[in-house]
C-alpha cells in the first residue's frame, strides 16, 4: 500500500520562486491537511480539505494556495517564495462520515524538505 | 489558539531507563492523539484517549488521559533505542472543526546504548 505520496522530497528556491508541492494518497480518504513543521515548533496547519472541490483555511495560510480536484490529490502551491517559508511539509488524509469517531487517525507523508534562499 | 504544552522538549536517557512525557492545556479538550515521527518520515498515529481518567497500554508504552481531561502523559518503561524518536501529542481544535488538530511542540527523545 502506498499511502500518502509526497514529491519532491527535497527542494531548494530561490527567492520569488513558485512551485507545487505533489500530494496524493489511495486510502480513499476524504480529508486531505498541509502542514508544516518548523525546528521545534510541533506541526502548523496551512490547508485542508473535506473533499474534491472544497478546501479550508488552516493555521498559517498566507502565502500558499491549494486546489482538490480529485479525491487523491492535494496540491500545495507556493507562488513567491519567501525565507520564512523553508520549512517541511507534511500532507496527511483521513477518513470520516458522520457515523465515524471524530478520532480517526492522520495518514502522513514522508514529507518535502523545502530550503528558500 | 487552544495551546497544547509538551514537556520536557528534549529527553536523552540510557537504554533500560523509564520516562514520562506530559501534554498539557488549560481547556478540556474530548479527546487527544499521541504520534510518533521518526527522522526523515512523518508523524505516526501510536494512541487516541477519549474517557478521562483513561489509561492504554501499548507494549511498554503507557498513555493515561487525565481525569480533567486537560492533561496527558505518556510513560516508557526500559527504553530502548528503537525508541528514540519525536512524541507529539495532539487535540482537535475545537467545536466542529474535525481533522484541525493542534500539534504540541513535540519531545525529542534519544535512548542511548
Known amino acids: 500500500n502506498a499511502g500518502v505520496t509526497q514529491t519532491p522530497k527535497f527542494r531548494i528556491l530561490k527567492i520569488g520562486q513558485s512551485m507545487t508541492l505533489q500530494c496524493t494518497q489511495d486510502m480513499n480518504h476524504n480529508y486531505m491537511y498541509w502542514y508544516r513543521q518548523d525546528p521545534g515548533m510541533g506541526l502548523k496547519l496551512i490547508y485542508y480539505s473535506v473533499g474534491a472541490g472544497i478546501t479550508d483555511k488552516g493555521e498559517v495560510p498566507n502565502g500558499y494556495n491549494v486546489s482538490r480536484s480529485t479525491t487523491e490529490d492535494f496540491p500545495l502551491r507556493l507562488e513567491l517564495a519567501a525565507p520564512s517559508q523553508t520549512s517541511v511539509y507534511f500532507c496527511?488524509?483521513?477518513?470520516?462520515?458522520?457515523?465515524?469517531?471524530?478520532?480517526?487517525?492522520?495518514?502522513f507523508g514522508n514529507g518535502t524538505r523545502l530550503t528558500v534562499t | 489558539t487552544q495551546l497544547l504544552e509538551q514537556s520536557p522538549q528534549f529527553l536523552s536517557i540510557q537504554e533500560g531507563e523509564n520516562l514520562t512525557v506530559y501534554c498539557n492545556s488549560s481547556s478540556v479538550f474530548s479527546s487527544l492523539q499521541w504520534y510518533r515521527q521518526e527522522p526523515g518520515e512523518g508523524p505516526v498515529l501510536l494512541v487516541t484517549?477519549?474517557?478521562?481518567?483513561e489509561v492504554k497500554k501499548l507494549k511498554r508504552l503507557t498513555f493515561q488521559f487525565g481525569d480533567a481531561r486537560k492533561d496527558s502523559s505518556l510513560h516508557i518503561t526500559a527504553a530502548q533505542p528503537g525508541d528514540t524518536g519525536l512524541y507529539l501529542c495532539a487535540r482537535n481544535a475545537g467545536g466542529t472543526s474535525y481533522g484541525k488538530l493542534t500539534f504540541g511542540q513535540g519531545t525529542i527523545l534519544t535512548v542511548h546504548p
Open positions: 484517549v477519549v474517557t478521562g481518567g
Open positions: 496527511a488524509s483521513s477518513y470520516y462520515t458522520v457515523w465515524s469517531s471524530y478520532n480517526s487517525p492522520l495518514h
